[in-house]
Each structure stands twice: as structure tokens, then as C-alpha cells.
């Protein structure tokens, strides 16, 4: 197994293990369990469409893990060089490729990546209901700082008035 650069022809491939593996620990998945479809797309579409969105943002910061000629996982990184804190918004096995130590791959290549481009910190995010990513995270020394609640609400219906004595935020 390598970890390699991105190259814009492994974007169906990073999509689809994308998909194939954010069953359940996906915001836009939440939304649909909640809402049904939005705008007409599923959540695979709008998941994968932000995968992408990564690819154009910071190519540079892709790599993608390959066996056998085979993309079997990615991360994606950013880099934002006013806070020095790198992001990694997206790290995704193939469910078939799980427990041999690709995703530590990943993050290992991602760290000393963004350590490379000068970023005094790394900074990854999970949902609560990712169990993997809140035991694997920790590993490399990543520590939680803050959860944050997602709200969500539909456009197309009348809000509801707020509740007295609610207001704020």
C-alpha cells in the first residue's frame, strides 16, 4: 500500500468510498433521516459534492491510499495559513480495507503534511454517533475542545413563533 498525491481522475473513486462509507455518521444523512430528500438529492449526492468541493479547494492537500493500483482510501486537508490551523474535513476507508491500518496512514501522511506547510495545529471533526473516528482521533493526540449541535430546519413551511422566554442564542 502507498499513500500517494490526488489526481483529478480519482474523484468518482474517493466518491464513491466516500458514500460507501459515511452510512450513519454523515450530517447531510442526518438530514435526510429527518427531512427526506432535499432540492431533490440524496445525501450520497450532497456528501459526495463536498468531497469534490475539497479536491478543487486544496488539490495539493489530497492524498489518496492505493493497494494494488487500487484507491482504497483518502484525506483531505486544508490549510489556513491567518489561523495556522490545519483542517482535515474528510478521511474515508473503504469498508473492505477497515482495521489494516490505512486511516492511520492517512492521518499520519495528513499531520506531517500540514507540520510541512507550517500549520501550528491540526484539527479534525466527528459526529457523536461516529464511534471509530472518537477512538481513533485521540491516538494521533487529538484532543475534543467542543461539541457543537447542528439545527436544521425546513424554508418552505412557516417557522413556528418562538417560545416565550427563549430568545437568544
Not at 471533526?125 to 481513533?136: A, D, I, W
Request: a negative charge.
Amino acid at each position: 500500500m502507498v499513500i500517494r498525491p490526488y489526481a483529478p481522475g480519482d474523484l468518482p473513486r474517493i466518491q464513491q468510498i466516500t458514500t460507501d462509507s459515511f452510512e450513519g455518521v454523515s450530517i447531510d444523512r442526518n438530514i435526510e433521516a429527518e427531512y427526506g430528500l432535499v432540492a431533490g438529492r440524496d445525501w450520497k449526492e450532497r456528501k459526495a459534492r463536498d468531497v469534490g468541493v475539497d479536491c478543487q479547494v486544496q488539490p495539493d492537500g489530497v492524498f489518496v491510499a492505493e493497494d494494488a493500483g487500487v484507491a482504497i482510501g483518502y484525506i483531505t486537508t486544508r490549510l489556513d495559513r491567518f489561523t495556522s490551523i490545519g483542517r482535515i474535513p474528510n478521511l474515508a476507508v473503504d469498508p473492505g480495507y477497515r482495521g489494516r491500518g490505512v486511516g492511520t496512514l492517512l492521518i499520519e501522511h495528513a499531520i506531517a503534511w500540514l507540520r510541512a506547510h507550517g500549520m501550528a495545529m491540526a484539527k479534525i471533526e466527528t459526529l457523536v454517533q461516529n464511534e471509530r473516528g472518537q477512538v481513533l482521533y485521540p491516538r494521533f493526540g487529538f484532543r475534543e475542545v467542543a461539541r457543537q449541535i447542528h439545527f436544521v430546519m425546513p424554508l418552505d413551511e412557516p417557522a413556528a413563533p418562538p417560545e416565550s422566554g427563549s430568545e437568544g442564542g
